[in-house]
């Protein structure tokens, strides 16, 4: 097991409701151990395993909660 | 059905395409009322419009529930199904149909507020052209490893942070420092990732990439700042916690009192407490991202709110209200110009000159000016005294320096020096009187005006004859005293200088900078303790300072602010506004900065109470409905939105 901590940016956080729709949905992930969402920046830091979740999965668990996101250098 | 489901599969296209959709069909409603008074083609387009609209809130809302979470969604979507139940259905398309619209708004005005950091992490170039021997290569620029070499074009980004091998050029490096001005960079010059090289070829050996540079730290700082909550943002969070619920109470409880399920849903729809959460992170983010884009690095919500309340100032005198750095000032020396007129050049004869090189403008100084300074860069040429620096720095300009032979310094005396025929002294009066170098009493007035003025003077004589003397200082900043001026009238009377300098020199610059109050002659706990007493007094106060022996004084105020902080983290890590470059404007401008942002603060703060205040009360004396109330709603978040931006621009 390779646990990593990936940045993900969104533009789509109009809301600070928003942070718990995103976080909620990527805790219930299977091989995600660490989440945190910052409204104000747009940042989604993410403590995963990259054998079971890959950075593609993230976006796609991001997406499913209603919210475009990228992955970020930093 | 490919396609439908790519476009479904995009959250931003689906919201767009949803939002547009259920626009369209609340406009045909419209028309059909309109054109043909038909109630029943409005109802049936309204609750057409209310399935396109609440299909991406109810699945929102599903999403929540299955992660066993309850959502505004939820409560929106409730309060539209009950609208579609008790067949009011305009109010229950007006109530998802502003929903959408408002998040959709609000999520493009909001990230219009995270623009500077985007521009920021977009500085950062992607790639870089990795020089081995003969051959280039270009890899992501996150993989260039220390001590790599890369090749930075004329016009590009440099990738790295590092030290430029060869070439030179000059490099707009306004994305870390703030500074507008380009920097010239040759061979041994630091140079940082995400500044712009513009117009000559350098390699650069690289020191670090990615998340490592300069540029990726600041970011980080930014990005901690604005994440950082403010005390009124707690504050607010903390009575947000409490509204949702108390207004779900409050609907459940009117209900069963009044049995009218209008009142009960929209006391659901205003449930949402958008503009009150929002009011007060908009304005941090956006005064923090103003301030960053100027150079000023201000570590979190909570120091702007301090710094707005600032009534004392102490600042330390080197590296702050001075450069830090010694210059020669000025340059005493004999003139030949009786020798031209075919006079003997007897001491007598000889006219003293001083040259003040500041007021000069890189004129050319005089021969015997060039002759004095080249004979002591040869002196000095081996010694690593800052005054030597300073001394060599000035010759640099006009051409190369030899060696000497043979020299022999005297601790905090002077040098002696010998290159093939010539024997040179250089350093303090009695030290070259010890030598038995005659040194009249002109010269010797002249001098002790220089001392009085804050300089250090350093006599020089070549073959016992006496060519002249060099004035060293550590300048003012030029923007000094326009910064002090500015200060005082910002309503900040109290304003002192600390020093661990001598009372002369810092007394001099005191007066030139306009500082009546002098602790000279100090040590960095002092200067803790100065601060501890202003505080004491009730101030409260803003340390300035440079670095290391002001950290703990920096640590104590207020508000610490750390100067010219890019590169180096200690500044940044004790103080709570760091300004990026060496801009002393900036000082004030944060002070500014952050008062306007906490009047901001206040501003949507009661903006969204009093929208709170009055939708509740609308709602009881029934002159709001469902969707007066989500527009007031969605208006209410939308104004905070555009209040906050305002700091953009101040």
């Known amino acids: 097991m390779t646990t990593t901590t990936t940045i993900l940016r969104s533009d789509g956080l109009s809301c600070p409701s928003c942070v718990n729709n995103i976080e909620s949905n990527l805790n219930q992930t299977e091989g995600i151990s660490k989440v945190k969402v910052h409204f104000n920046t747009g940042r989604i830091e993410v403590e995963h395993d990259t054998e079971t979740v890959s950075e593609e999965k993230l976006v796609k668990v991001v997406a499913q909660s209603g919210y475009e996101a990228r992955v970020s250098q930093f | ?19 547009f959709v259920s626009g369209l069909l609340v406009t045909a409603g419209w028309a059909a009322n309109f054109f043909w008074a038909s109630s029943r083609l409005f109802d049936a387009f309204m609750l057409l419009a209310t399935l396109t609209a609440g299909f991406e809130i109810a699945r929102r809302a599903w999403q929540g529930l299955r992660n066993r979470h309850t ?15 008790i067949e009011v259905y305009w109010e229950a398309a007006a109530v998802t149909f502003l929903f959408l619209l408002g998040g959709w708004l609000e999520a493009r005005t909001m990230s219009k507020t995270r623009d500077t950091l985007k521009e920021l ?12 021997g ?42 870390i420092t703030g500074e507008p001005i380009p920097a010239e960079k040759q061979a041994g010059s630091e140079v940082y990732a995400g500044t712009i090289n513009k117009n000559g070829r350098i390699y650069v050996r690289a020191t670090k990439s990615g998340a490592d540079t300069t540029l990726a730290r600041i970011i980080r700082r930014v990005e901690e700042a604005q994440e950082e909550k403010a005390p009124a943002q707690r504050f607010i969070e903390r009575f947000a916690r409490w509204y949702t619920p108390g207004i779900v109470g409050l609907s459940i409880v009117s209900y069963l009192f009044t049995w009218d399920l209008e009142l009960a849903l929209t006391l ?8 009150l959460v929002i009011s007060t992170p908009i304005s941090v983010i956006t005064g923090i991202g103003n301030a960053a884009k100027k150079g000023i690095l201000i570590k979190g919500g909570e120091y702007l709110e301090n710094a707005g309340k600032v009534t004392a100032i102490a600042l330390d005198k080197t590296g702050t ?8 000032t000025e340059i005493i020396h004999f003139s030949k110009a009786a020798d031209l007129a075919g006079v003997n050049p007897k001491e007598e004869f000889q006219e003293i000159h001083t040259v ?15 002759e004095l300074l080249y004979w002591a860069s040869v002196a000095e040429s081996t010694s690593e005294h800052p005054l030597a620096e300073a001394i060599i720095a000035e010759t640099g300009q006009s051409g190369r320096i030899p060696e000497p032979d043979r020299f022999e310094s005297y601790t905090g005396q002077g040098i002696e020096a010998v290159l093939g025929e010539d024997h040179i002294f250089v350093g303090k009066t009695e030290f070259l009187k010890q030598q038995g170098i005659s040194i009249n009493d002109g010269i010797e007035k002249e001098i002790a005006t220089l001392t009085k003025k804050g300089r250090t003077a350093v006599l020089v004589a070549r073959n016992n004859e006496l060519l002249g003397a060099i004035g060293i200082a550590d300048q003012m900043r030029p923007e000094a005293p326009k910064m002090i001026s500015r200060l005082r009238k910002n309503g900040i009377e109290h304003i002192a200088m600390l020093t661990g300098d001598a009372r002369d020199t810092a007394e001099a610059i005191a007066e030139e900078v306009g500082i009546r109050e002098v602790h000279a002659g100090i040590l960095p706990e002092d200067k803790n303790d100065i601060i501890l007493e202003m505080q004491k007094q009730g101030h409260q106060v803003a340390m300035i300072g440079d670095g290391i022996n002001d950290a703990p004084a920096l640590a104590s105020a207020d508000i610490g602010i750390a100067m010219g902080a890019a590169g180096t983290d200690v500044a940044i890590e004790t103080a709570d506004i760091a300004l990026m470059s060496d801009k002393l404007m900036n000082i004030p401008e944060a002070l500014r900065l952050s008062l306007k942002t906490l009047g901001n603060i206040r501003q949507n703060v009661v903006i969204a109470l009093v929208t709170v205040a009055a939708l509740l009360t609308g709602v ?3 002159s709001v409905h469902m969707a007066g109330g989500m527009l007031v709603h969605e208006l209410s978040v939308l104004a905070v939105i555009l209040n906050g931006m305002r700091i953009r621009w101040v």
């Open chain 2, 71 to 85: 959502n505004i969604e939820l409560l929106v979507t409730i309060a539209a199904t009950g609208g579609l139940a």
């Open chain 2, 121 to 132: 992490i977009n500085m950062a170039p992607e790639t870089a052209i990795l020089v081995d």
């Open chain 2, 321 to 328: 209200l001075t450069a830090g750095k010694p210059n020669v």
């Open chain 2, 356 to 370: 003040s090189l500041p007021d000069r403008n890189n004129e050319s100084l005089p021969l015997e000016g060039e």
């Open chain 2, 1 to 19: 059905m490919k396609t439908l489901q790519k476009l479904f599969g995009n959250a931003s296209t689906r919201k767009k395409v949803l939002l």
């Open chain 2, 134 to 175: 003969e051959k280039r290569t270009e890899i992501p620029a996150r993989e260039v490893d220390e001590g790599m070499q890369v090749l930075v074009k004329p016009g590009a980004k440099i990738p790295v942070d590092g030290i430029v091998d060869s070439g030179g050029t000059t490099v707009d490096e306004s994305a």
């Open chain 2, 268 to 275: 659901l729809v205003i449930s949402c407490p958008g503009a």
């Open chain 2, 620 to 622: 009881f004396t029934g």
